[in-house]
């Protein structure tokens, strides 16, 4: 089966760094996506990595690797809007499915 | 270019009534996929359908739930003699090919939010 694991909750200020981790168990690995979620609802495309190693976009980085099972997200310079759910999500298998993480709810205070 | 498009946005059922929600992927794409989310939970894949196929419905329940992606026309799910349980946000993605980009970045519409009662 396929699981992916993140935490629950994240709390940060503005301008802060934050890094959302996530775990992944799989049978077979396409690489790993990131969508963010405001309130409920549609879900935005983020970043992708196939490979290991850092992705930059903007103030959003993603990192994997494979030998680890292990990829996170990291948001540079927090802002207010940056508050929402934050999932992983591994591609399943032979066909184009996407498996979602558990979500981590970030809470960027003032 | 219009996003992916839900309707309807809300809908409330009485047990044992019929869901029919439909989406009109992005223009250009021919995947699309159905995914469920309860509230305060992750997305749960149902289905995925190109026109006229489905392709892999392992996510699905066997009973009461159905899926198409007519050759002309919105996909559209359907969920038969709803029950409380059914209650929650169906969101509707595409894509525009199998593999490489456009697997891995789905384009998500806004969900229909379904309450029985």
């Known amino acids: 089966g396929q699981s992916l694991e993140q935490p629950s909750e994240v709390t940060a200020v503005e301008g802060a760094i934050v890094q959302i981790n996530c775990t992944y168990q799989?049978?077979?690995?396409?690489?790993l996506s990131w969508y963010q979620q405001h309130d409920g609802g549609a879900p935005t495309f983020l970043s992708y990595?196939?490979?290991?190693g850092l992705e930059e976009t903007g103030r959003f980085s993603s990192f994997l690797s494979r030998s680890d099972s292990y990829g996170y997200l990291l948001l540079q310079e927090l802002q207010m809007k940056d508050s929402a759910s934050y999932f992983c999500?591994?591609?399943?298998?032979?066909?184009?499915?996407?498996?979602f993480g558990t979500g981590t709810l970030l809470a960027v205070q003032p | 270019n219009a996003g992916v498009m839900q309707n309807p946005r809300h809908l409330v059922r009485r047990r044992g009534q019929e869901a029919r929600l439909r989406c009109s992927p992005m223009?250009?794409?021919?995947?699309v996929y159905w995914y469920r989310q309860l509230p305060e939970e992750g997305l749960k894949f149902m289905v995925y359908?190109?026109?006229?196929?489905?392709?892999?419905e392992s996510g699905m329940p066997k009973e009461r739930f159905s899926a198409e992606f007519p050759k002309e026309g919105p996909s559209i799910l359907r969920i038969q003699q709803v029950v409380r349980g059914d209650s929650a946000a169906y969101f509707c993605?595409?894509?525009?090919?199998?593999?490489?980009?456009?697997?891995?970045?789905?384009?998500f519409g806004p969900g229909t939010r379904l309450t029985v009662t």
């Open positions: 993605a595409s894509s525009p090919s199998r593999g490489g980009s456009g697997a891995y970045e789905q384009y």
């Open positions: 799989t049978s077979g690995f396409y690489g």
């Open positions: 990595n196939a490979l290991d």
């Open positions: 999500a591994v591609l399943g298998g032979a066909t184009n499915k996407l498996i």
């Open positions: 223009k250009g794409h021919s995947h």
């Open positions: 359908l190109q026109k006229e196929n489905i392709i892999d």
